[in-house]
């Protein structure tokens, strides 16, 4: 399948996470992110080198600023289980607005075509690193990294956007 992009649907998916009174839920990316402007961005693991010394945490310090241009929500998701995401939620104590959603199984991030196979590495299924900004659900910005790189799905990328 092809990765998703500019002027598609969000599909609508399934993830989970853990909410402001720390109770396990399912939550519909449709509900989460119709009639709203969002940005979704996807690391490869929770824990890992680049995501929690520089993807991460740009969303989380520079969560106000994108929240001040119009962003509704800003929506973490990764292949790895909800506890696992809990604990590396609970890692970012000044966090606000980045909302941390498990993908256990991978399947949404194959609905948006961004699995990655790090098998090689011991790793699995994985997603590549994206960032999307959409507007009622329509991809408006559609920032896909190649390889390992962490070049265009940064914070800053999607301030320039907006």
Same mark, same amino acid.
């Not at 966090?95 to 590495?121: I, M, P, Q, R, W």
């Given at each position: ?21 720390? %109770? ?29 010394? %520089? ?6 310090? %520079? ?75 329509? +991809?408006? +910005? ?6 390992? %790189? ?13």
């Amino acid at each position: 399948m092809a990765p998703i992009g500019v002027g598609s649907t969000l599909p609508d998916g399934q993830l989970a996470w853990f909410d402001e009174s720390d %109770q396990l839920q399912q939550v519909s990316i449709s509900s989460l992110a119709a009639g709203k402007k969002v940005i979704l961005f996807g690391v490869p693991g929770a824990f890992t080198p680049t995501c929690s010394m %520089q993807h991460v945490p740009g969303f989380v310090t %520079q969560s106000e600023e994108l929240k001040a241009k119009g962003v509704d929500e800003i929506l973490l998701v990764s292949v790895n289980d909800p506890f696992v995401m809990k604990a590396w939620a609970k890692s970012f104590p000044d966090n606000k607005h980045v909302k941390f959603l498990a993908d256990g199984s991978g399947t949404y991030t194959k609905a948006l075509g961004l699995e990655l196979d790090l098998s090689e590495k011991g790793l699995g299924l994985r997603s590549r690193r994206f960032a999307l900004l959409a507007d009622d659900l329509k +991809v408006t +910005v559609a920032n896909i990294e190649e390889g390992g %790189q962490f070049t265009i799905s940064g914070a800053e990328e999607i301030l320039k956007a907006l």
